[in-house]
């Protein structure tokens, strides 16, 4: 079982920036597959970045991919989310998500874990 904890989100200026990070307990954290998600109001969560368990893999949807970064501690069992260049387009809560298979996947359904979110406001 692992249990994900969200943090980093608030408001910010277009074109600043806010990392993210994803707690995770449980001693298979480093095993897991991991993701974050975004979900805008009356839209449907979306993928935004994917890290492999060895961090030998990661993918990014095309709208964040040059400004977003994903990477992963093992040793303190945290995930990242590193965001540049913000666009009040990017306005969201945002979610990790973890998943046991260690490979990278975008689909939401594949995530058996999830964090409980955090807010980030772009404003223009």
């Known amino acids: 079982q692992v249990q994900l904890v969200d943090s980093g989100g608030g408001l910010v200026q277009a074109g600043g920036s806010l990392r993210l990070s994803c707690a995770a307990s449980?001693?298979?954290?480093?095993?897991?597959?991991m993701g974050w998600f975004r979900q805008a109001p009356g839209k449907e969560r979306e993928f935004v970045a994917g890290?492999?368990?060895?961090?030998?893999?990661?993918v990014y949807a095309d709208s964040v991919k040059g400004r977003f970064t994903i990477s992963r501690d093992n040793a303190k069992n945290t995930v990242y989310l590193q965001m540049n260049s913000l666009k009040p387009e990017d306005t969201a809560v945002y979610y990790c998500?973890?998943?046991?298979?260690?490979?990278?996947?975008?689909?939401?359904?594949?995530?058996?874990?999830w964090g409980q979110g955090t807010q980030v406001t772009v404003s223009s």
């Open positions: 998500a973890g998943r046991a298979a260690g490979a990278v996947v975008r689909g939401p359904a594949w995530y058996e874990y």
């Open positions: 449980g001693r298979t954290f480093s095993s897991y597959g």
């Open positions: 890290i492999s368990w060895s961090a030998g893999s990661t």
